[in-house]
């Protein structure tokens, strides 16, 4: 991210716990991001606001309550909305990906697809569990996205996002 990038943003809190890299961003109104990409697969939850991400040629228009996972290293850009938005972004290490979701379905059918509906509640419980620091927090951070990448699971299965 460059220096105005920068200024654009700012990181609430950020907390790594059990092989997960998470961070709330709030971005202000009209912000652009450039092109960057991020070295894990990772997937945001849009806590408030919205945004426009470009990957590629294509546009996906992300607003509050919207779940969007992405591959490693795949880039993108986003154009804030004018009223700012924020995040929650929660980086999952290669192994633990491919792991939570080798059995359960093809990334194609998940990856790049702004989810919505009975899947917020599960973001929601990941979003819950960041924000607490007790002893499980470890643990329960790690099921709350186990379950998360299940519901996406139970939620094709559904045809929600067919």
């Given at each position: 991210?460059?220096c ?105 059918d ?7 509906g ?45």
């Amino acid at each position: 991210m460059n220096c105005d990038e920068m200024e654009a943003r700012t990181i609430r809190r950020t907390v790594v716990r059990a092989g997960l890299h998470m961070y709330e961003a709030v971005y202000a109104g009209r912000a652009a991001l450039a092109e960057h990409e991020h070295a894990s697969p990772f997937f945001t939850y849009v806590l408030r606001g919205d945004y426009v991400e470009q990957s590629g040629q294509s546009c996906r228009s992300c607003t509050r309550g919207v779940v969007i996972f992405h591959h490693e290293r795949e880039v993108h850009s986003n154009t804030v909305g004018p009223f700012g938005t924020a995040s929650l972004n929660v980086e999952i290490p290669i192994e633990q990906w491919d792991e939570l979701t080798s059995d359960m379905l093809r990334k194609q059918d998940v990856v790049g697809r702004v989810l919505s509906g009975d899947v917020e509640w599960a973001a929601l419980a990941v979003w819950r569990e960041f924000h607490r620091d007790d002893f499980a927090s470890s643990l329960t951070l790690g099921e709350a996205v186990a379950l998360l990448c299940g519901h996406l699971k139970a939620s094709h299965e559904r045809g929600a996002f067919e």
